[in-house]
């Protein structure tokens, strides 16, 4: 499995993330700079899908004892978020995000020499994070939120039976 942190967020572009917790630019902020949900003084969505493809080869080395083919797994697939603030009084916001935080979904072919290791394996972590923002003075705001994740596993692999007929 992999972990994947693009969230969607156009303020992160260009940056690489770098700063995310310093910044405030639009509703993302609700996951990962709940203080800075008080410089909204009106209601902000976000609504943000990332288009995401992977190509995974795997090349048997020489020194290989299972026979099979080489592996390929190639993955279109998409990554989103919804994120919303909402000024409660001047000095309180609330906020909610709702995304996949990370995950990953593989398909090996069934007859792939990893056969016994893996042939398809998906990991999909929903995740859904209410969080409030509080103004104490001028210069501070504290924030938090609680990330709730459902978290489903799933994998399958090959037995290897020494009866080749079998």
Do not use: C
């Amino acid at each position: 499995a992999a972990y994947i942190y693009e969230m969607g967020n156009p303020a992160d572009v260009g940056t690489a993330g770098a700063g995310l917790e310093v910044k405030a630019q639009n509703a993302g902020t609700v996951f990962g700079n709940p203080a800075g949900m008080m410089r909204f003084k009106q209601p902000e969505l976000l609504i943000a899908a990332v288009p995401l493809y992977l190509s995974a080869p795997f090349d048997p080395s020489s020194g290989t004892t299972v026979n099979g083919s080489d592996g390929q797994t190639s993955e279109v697939f998409a990554s989103g978020q919804i994120a919303y603030i909402h000024p409660v009084t001047p000095k309180l916001n609330v906020g909610i995000s709702a995304q996949n935080y990370f995950g990953l979904s593989l398909d090996w072919s069934s007859k792939w020499v990893g056969r016994y290791e893996v042939t398809q394996e998906t990991l999909i972590a929903p995740q859904l994070q209410p969080t409030v923002a509080y103004q104490v003075n001028d210069w501070l705001s504290v924030g938090g939120g609680a990330g709730l994740t459902l978290g489903y596993v799933k994998e399958k692999k090959r037995v290897f039976n020494v009866d080749p007929a079998r």
